[in-house]
């Protein structure tokens, strides 16, 4: 199978004060499309930095990101937010729905941004798989958490993405609804063939999936397939 | 994606991205809608007194065409009055002091000595109606209301004027483009024009206009006929207006009125924009983790940033729509406001072009002002959703910030240009604007600083609290500082300027200082009049003889001349006024020579005589030391030489002139006097006006005590449509102040709610928000009483020349009142969020 992902040497440096931080250093991997990762780490390793870099949110300071063949580093902001929109679908440990919108107006908007027709069924369609039909009209702030996270993967799989990036899914989540969200993304997920990159602590959720990098100090220790 | 589709997209999120804020926008736009209203309304009074004046010119004028001057008219002028067909008044006024017999009372007034129907459009509105036309032919007079109401007078009673006792037919209410404000300062008597001379005023030296109306049959060409007659009226230099003319004139003047008016509601505006981009700013900071999601899905930085502007736009035309609104409805006061003001009854009726201008301008200069903040979504990074403190560093500095500050700048200069039409004019408003924001600004800035820098530890936990939000993240002390200052600023400048023109009056009352002047004494009457001032007891403080004369030749060249030549830039009134020249061998104190010599007496018969002109006139009529003048002093040609310029202080009550000539070439000529003196008190004053009318009825006095109440209600009347129109600026003040504060509320929730998660009490809150505000009300109101303190000095040092002694008593209710409406408006907005449990705060506003 063909790679989607493609990191090579890639660093990424921060200024602080007076002085460089090194948070990524010659980090290298390929994806291979329609798999499962996981990038696991202790705080402050890099793999949320790691995570920007893959995803098209932040560009690397040095070497090549390179999604579905396009290299990433030479795009602008404008042509980034192309690529997030035709390619990319995001979880977010915080769920990161837009306040003012309803949970429909959130898995709609998308499917807006590309231009598609009958944007409403198919995002009704959407809020159904993940249970919540019925809560189409409701704020978030009127949305339990498990609730919220639902409805953020109705609007993660609505544009068809080739790619899904999770950060720490479930990790402002109580343990039983946690599985429920966990259950509900692989299965989404091998339903549409999409390819899942996950950045967690949780080692248990890691081991779910194909494969595991292990990260420290903005370096990979490990690279390793799960059983 | 299709780019048809992309802006209704962009419409329907911006729409959808709002509704969760109705509240809170329409917050930030009430900020300008008393601006706009302002505005709006002014717009429409232009356009309504515009129209008035288009269809009222005639009655203004109340006549085709007026000819007048204050000569009597020369046999060819005499000639071309006769010659003009159609219907003729004629008219002669002066001032002159009226004897009301029955409670003794005495008065200058404008005496109007009618002969003819004028007027011949409109009317001499007078009670009973009939009295205007039926006084003409007996020996009655009309008396000005104003007049009437002060000396208790009826119809029916008698009025003397001169040697003449008369009737009063009726009361004068209204008569051809008179204000109110006129009938205060100089109330009319008409008195028929075949009485005058019984009344022996029209003596040799009054000042008298001579005024000649017409009516024409409607078939007459008015053109054709003023470029008829023009040459010889400009060469009697007479001068002529006509209906056209009139309503060329009085639009000016209302012009004039109503750019300045717009701009003090332009204030408003401004004042209520700072609000705007406050709030803006607060709620695009709020909004960044939103644009981050938009960017993360794929919304580009251009669509986000489109995304809000549609928004604020759309919010700011709703602002700008129930301003006009309320615009439209406060221009049907206005009339009511300006009512001493106007010539004519104005009548109110919608204008869509003002109302278009207002909501053009509302949404213009709203979105600027948006625009501060909105260009920072450009910068926001879809990073922001994997970690918070990626938020500082989104916005920056930012070159389009600067733009968007040159484009604030220059739309408020051309805006200022556009009503006053001179760009030194514009320059010093936009400048002065800015200065006084910047100021503000900057004392916000200190302020933060020292309560930094010099932050009391030892105080109690709520004061330190209380205190520190003044700097914290997300404080609202610059806007408030501006907002609170700038409105605090209005009211006590507005205080002192007050103040300061009625105390510069009252300063000539006191101790010794000339109070009443007695003008119009003949040669003759001279001694006499000492007399009777020594009988009094009233001193003669100065005896100043008068000589009129006319300018015939300015450097060898004639009124005739210099009209033809077009490169001359020489004021048509140098030749065509009466000058009345005084002269004596030493200067007074007043006056200060600033170039040439000062030469007290002339010696050589044979030569100019060497004078004195006042620098301002000269410099305004390009006269130089050394240019030749040559008088014609009633027959005499007289030349003269400009040996001095003077600077003259023409404030107080004191005799000044424009041409000063030394001792020895006017002692002959024909004359009168004016004297000065100082009355104790009104009673003294009332018991020598009567005596002096009595027997001079051609002298007339003027008494400062008389002045300063007519001073006093010009003032009254003029300062309350500035306080009407201030009131615009000091609302709206307030309104951004509720704004801010209910702004700061959601910036304070999260750490009210924490408080009161950890156990504060609802009291403990309440201090500390009562403290926020009480310190930043007391600092700024501080900072606008210092920053009004400031412009009041230089204005009385520079502009009123005179010392400043502010009244601080109404300063400091000012200085009391405004932290405490902050504190009320900060408690008020606060109690929400108490009295409700921290979960439910938590679940609905935030």
Redesign the interface.
């Given at each position: 199978m063909a790679n989607i992902l493609h990191l090579h040497q890639v660093g990424k440096v921060y200024r602080s004060g007076n002085r460089d931080l090194k948070v990524l250093d010659d980090v290298n991997f390929s994806v291979e499309a329609g798999s499962t990762l996981s990038i696991v780490g202790p705080s402050g390793s890099g793999k949320t930095t790691l995570l920007g870099l893959c995803a098209g949110l932040d560009r690397a300071s040095s070497g090549q990101v390179e999604l579905n063949g396009i290299g990433l580093n030479q795009l602008n902001e404008d042509e980034l937010a192309s690529v997030r929109n035709r390619y990319i679908g995001f979880i977010f440990q915080n769920f990161q729905l837009m306040p003012t919108l309803t949970a429909l107006e959130n898995v709609m908007v998308p499917l807006e941004l590309r231009g598609e027709k009958n944007v409403r069924s198919r995002a009704l369609d959407l809020l159904d798989k993940v249970g919540l039909a019925d809560r189409g009209h409701h704020y978030p702030t009127q949305l339990s958490g498990g609730e919220q996270q639902r409805v953020s993967l109705a609007r993660a799989f609505s544009n068809q993405p080739q790619i899904l990036f999770a950060d720490e899914p479930t990790g402002n989540l109580d343990a039983e609804t946690g599985v429920k969200v966990e259950k509900l993304l692989f299965d989404l997920n091998k339903e549409s063939g999409t390819t899942l990159i996950l950045v967690t602590h949780n080692l248990e959720l890691a081991a779910k999936t194909q494969r595991i990098i292990r990260i420290k100090g903005g370096k990979i220790l490990s690279d390793t397939l799960t059983s | 994606?299709?780019n048809k589709?992309?802006f209704a997209?962009l419409v329907?999120?911006a729409w959808?991205?709002?509704?969760?804020?109705y509240s809170r926008l329409l917050l930030f736009v009430s900020s300008i809608v008393l601006g706009i209203a302002a505005l709006v309304a002014i717009y429409s009074l232009g356009y309504n007194l515009q129209q008035n004046i288009d269809t009222q010119a005639a009655s203004l004028l109340g006549a085709d065409l007026e000819l007048s001057d204050n000569t009597p008219p020369s046999p060819k002028m005499t000639h071309l009055v006769d010659s003009l067909k159609g219907q003729q008044s004629k008219e002669l006024s002066f001032a002159s002091m009226i004897y009301f017999p029955k409670n003794s009372g005495t008065r200058l007034a404008q005496i109007r000595a009618l002969e003819g129907d004028f007027p011949y459009y409109g009317e001499l509105e007078t009670e009973p109606a009939s009295a205007g036309k039926t006084f003409r032919n007996k020996k009655e007079v009309l008396v000005d209301q104003t007049l009437m109401l002060q000396y208790q007078a009826n119809v029916g009673d008698s009025l003397k004027v001169g040697e003449v006792t008369f009737l009063i037919a009726g009361i004068l209410k209204k008569a051809p483009g008179q204000t109110g404000i006129a009938a205060t300062v100089a109330p009319s008597v008409y008195i028929p024009l075949s009485y005058l001379k019984q009344t022996n005023l029209a003596q040799k030296g009054s000042r008298i206009t001579y005024r000649y109306y017409f009516k024409f049959a409607p078939k007459v060409n008015m053109p054709l006929l003023v470029k008829k007659i023009e040459p010889t009226v400009e060469a009697e230099d007479y001068n002529y207006r006509t209906v056209e003319s009139q309503k060329e004139d009085t639009g000016r003047s209302f012009r004039d009125l109503t750019r300045f008016l717009s701009l003090v509601g332009f204030i408003a505006l401004l004042l209520g924009c700072v609000g705007v981009a406050s709030a803006i700013h607060i709620y695009i900071k709020e909004k960044l983790?939103?644009i981050a999601?938009?960017?993360?899905?794929?919304?580009?930085?251009?669509q986000a940033f489109l995304i809000y502007l549609i928004q604020i736009s759309g919010i700011g035309l709703i602002g700008s729509l129930l301003g006009a609104g309320l615009g439209a409805v406060i221009q049907q006061f206005l009339p009511a406001v300006l009512k001493d003001f106007l010539p004519f009854e104005l009548a109110t009726e919608l204008s869509f072009s003002a109302i278009g201008q207002g909501v053009v301008l509302g949404v213009i200069i709203s979105n600027l002002f948006a625009l501060l903040s909105l260009v920072s979504i450009r910068k926001v990074?879809?990073?922001n959703?994997?970690?918070a403190s990626y938020e500082q560093t989104t916005i920056t500095k930012d070159p389009l910030k600067w733009l968007v500050y040159a484009l604030i700048l220059l739309f408020v200069f051309g805006f200022t240009w556009l009503q006053m039409k001179k760009w030194t004019d514009a320059v010093a408003f936009t400048g002065g604007v800015t200065m006084a924001f910047l100021l503000l600004l900057g004392m916000a800035s200190l302020l933060m600083w020292l309560v930094r820098r010099f932050f009391p530890s030892s105080w109690g936990y709520l004061g330190r609290q209380g205190l520190a939000n003044l700097y914290r993240p997300n404080n609202q002390t610059a806007i408030l500082m501006v907002s609170i200052g700038l409105g605090t600023m209005f009211i006590c400048t507005l205080l002192f300027v007050q103040n300061l023109l009625l105390a510069r009056i009252k300063l000539s009352t006191d101790g010794d200082q000339p109070n009443m002047v007695l003008f119009d004494i003949q040669t003759p009457q001279k001694a006499p009049v000492i007399a009777l001032l020594k009988q009094q007891n009233l001193p003669v403080l100065q005896s100043v003889p008068i000589v009129t004369m006319r300018l015939d030749e300015l450097n060898g060249q004639t009124s005739v001349e210099a009209l033809k030549d077009t490169t001359n830039k020489r004021w048509r009134g140098l030749f065509s006024r009466e000058y009345r020249v005084t002269f004596r061998d030493s200067l007074i104190s007043t006056e200060k020579i600033v170039k040439g010599k000062w030469i007290g007496e002339a010696k050589d018969p044979a030569a100019p005589v060497p004078i004195s002109l006042e620098d301002g006139y000269a410099e305004r009529n390009t006269i130089k030391v050394g240019d030749t003048l040559t008088f014609n002093v009633q027959g005499t040609m007289l030349t003269t030489v400009v040996a001095s310029l003077r600077d003259v202080d023409w404030a107080g009550v004191q005799t000044n002139f424009l041409v000063l000539f030394p001792k020895g070439v006017l002692e002959d000529a024909p004359q009168f006097h004016v004297f000065l003196t100082h009355v104790p008190n009104n009673q003294v004053s009332a018991k020598f006006q009567q005596s002096v009318v009595q027997q001079f009825p051609n002298i007339s006095m003027i008494d400062l005590g008389l002045i300063l109440t007519v001073l006093d209600d010009i003032s009254t009347k003029i300062g309350f449509v500035i306080r009407f129109m201030a009131g615009f600026s000091i609302l709206t003040g307030l309104i951004v102040l509720i704004a801010s504060v209910l702004i700061s509320k959601y910036q304070r929730i999260q750490e009210s709610v924490l408080l009161r998660t950890l156990g504060a009490s609802r009291r403990q809150i309440l201090v500390i928000t009562a403290l926020e505000y009480f310190f930043l009300g007391t600092l700024a109101a501080a900072t606008g009483v210092l920053l009004a303190v400031g412009g009041g000095w230089a204005l009385a040092r520079f502009s009123f020349e005179t010392d400043f002694n502010p009244q601080f008593l109404p300063v400091l209710v000012v200085f009391l009142v405004v932290p405490a409406i902050t504190v009320f408006i900060g408690l008020i907005n606060s109690w929400g969020i108490l009295s409700r449990s921290p979960l439910e705060v938590l679940?609905?506003d935030?």
């Open positions: - | 994606m299709n589709i992309n997209w329907t999120m959808r991205d709002s509704r969760r804020n983790n939103s999601i938009l960017r993360c899905l794929g919304v580009k930085a251009s990074s879809p990073l959703v994997l970690r679940r609905q935030v």
